[in-house]
């Protein structure tokens, strides 16, 4: 038995059940290499998944990034960053304040993951608005907990044996141009689709299940990513502010998983021209070295009073002093993920005429999805060509992850050279002809 498969039943009988899926990525990561790992049987692959964007600088970090941490240890790790003060979450949350969009006054707190982030996001915007209701998006992912689960929308498994969760949540259709409710060709008529998923708000939402007036925020992600990196039409969130602003709603942008370069911006929602109130990060501001979250919003819509929201390793000083490092490091890379764009772009936009189960290419920067049908008239999801991609993938030495119901994500470190990059398209295309 290979050493990998040990550790496989080993972490089997150890350790809870959660997303792994030991048929179709039977990957045990011993070590990392800019963007290469080495699994226990010391087998190379190139990483096309930047471990769900958290590893966006590469593996073991930037060495940058490596340098400032390994200095912070030498100073103060952590030391009760919502009891006392530190200069560093500070200059941290400076630099946050100076790169989101928005240019009015803001604020940030400080967790441990994406998920802490947004359910943060969710007391500031009740205690703020006064109001108890959320609406979020179909396909949207936002995390785990009794509070996050309510906006997640991905896929029902996760919401498993939990009701009740955190109630008042109302899900309107995500607009999606390869895969609506309407059967729009939301590529060819991407105004519509916009119009339709603002109707369905107004019309069915706020006319006949609950009053605008009592909605706090709208929550979204500026590309969906683990409903399968969905890019919907660029006039979508603008609509969507006007919207929210009529009625007084916060937009509450997730950036978890599309923020910190990925699409070639700094935030996702930049494509897009729209400020959020609120907006969450986490994943790759850790330099895939220290969890952290970070929640920024709007000044004014602070905590009344202290004790209303707090934990304890939100602020701790190493985090906070790798998360200045990699914005410092994610923003010099934006010019360098614009470019390698148009090879994403060309490249599989030429699978999609290729392959007959190639259903849809989408995607921004180094945020890529591919979507796999068994028919491009029926557009019926095939799972099992998916999996077998991912497998066939991994057996040339090329990791990807699935998403959605049956795509897969491109999204390599953004580190990745213009060569790298090239070897693991073409490894991805040798998969193709493998599975399809
Ligand atoms: C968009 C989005 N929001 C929130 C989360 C939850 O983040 P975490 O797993 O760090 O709690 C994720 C995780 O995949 C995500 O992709």
Excluded at 129 to 150: D, W
Excluded at 352 to 366: A, I
Aim: aromatic share 10%.
């Amino acid at each position: 038995m290979s050493k990998a498969r040990e550790w496989i039943e080993l972490h089997r009988r150890y350790l809870a059940t959660t997303t792994h899926d030991p048929e179709n990525l039977p990957l045990v990561v011993e070590r990392g290499e800019g963007v290469w790992l080495y699994d226990v049987d010391n087998n190379r692959y190139l990483d096309f998944s930047s471990s769900i964007s958290v590893n966006n600088l590469g593996y073991p970090s930037h060495p940058e990034v490596i340098k400032a941490a390994v200095e912070q240890l030498g100073r103060l790790g952590h030391a009760a960053g919502t009891d006392f003060y530190n200069p560093y979450q500070v200059q941290l949350a400076m630099k946050l304040v100076e790169e989101t969009p928005g240019d009015f006054p803001k604020k940030v707190f400080f967790g441990n993951s994406g998920t802490e982030a947004n359910e943060a996001a969710l007391k500031i915007a009740k205690i703020s608005t006064g109001r108890p209701l959320f609406i979020s998006f179909i396909g949207g992912f936002h995390g785990r907990t009794h509070g996050t689960l309510a906006l997640t929308a991905s896929k029902s498994v996760q919401k498993k044996r939990q009701f009740p969760w955190m109630p008042g949540v109302f899900y309107a259709p995500y607009p999606n141009p390869y895969r609506n409710p309407w059967n729009i060709d939301g590529y060819e008529h991407p105004d519509e689709l916009v119009q339709r998923v603002l109707e369905f708000i107004e019309e069915y939402i706020f006319d006949k299940l609950a009053p605008p007036e009592d909605f706090a925020g709208i929550f979204f992600e500026p590309i969906q990513g683990e409903g399968g990196y969905v890019v919907p039409p660029r006039g979508f969130f603008r609509e969507l502010e006007k919207l929210a602003r009529r009625h007084g709603i916060l937009l509450v942008d997730d950036e978890v998983q599309m923020g910190l370069g990925r699409t070639g911006r700094m935030w996702g929602i930049e494509h897009f021209g729209v400020a959020p109130d609120i907006l969450t990060t986490a994943k790759a501001l850790s330099g895939g070295l220290i969890p952290i979250g970070a929640t920024v919003f709007r000044a004014e819509l602070d905590f009344k009073e202290a004790g209303m929201h707090s934990n304890t390793f939100g602020g701790n000083a190493l985090a906070s002093v790798v998360g200045i490092k990699v914005l410092e490091i994610v923003k010099s890379l934006l010019p360098h993920v614009r470019e390698l764009e148009g090879l994403f772009r060309d490249e599989l936009g030429r699978v999609k005429e290729e392959f007959s189960k190639v259903g849809d290419v989408r995607g921004l920067g180094l945020a890529w999805g591919v979507e796999f049908v068994s028919d491009k008239k029926t557009k019926k999801p095939d799972v099992e060509a998916r999996n077998r991609v991912v497998r066939e993938a991994l057996k040339r030495g090329l990791v990807i992850l699935g998403c959605g119901k049956s795509s897969v994500r491109l999204i390599p470190p953004l580190t990745i050279s213009e060569e790298e990059a090239k070897i693991g398209l073409g490894l991805f295309r040798e998969a193709l002809k493998a599975a399809l």
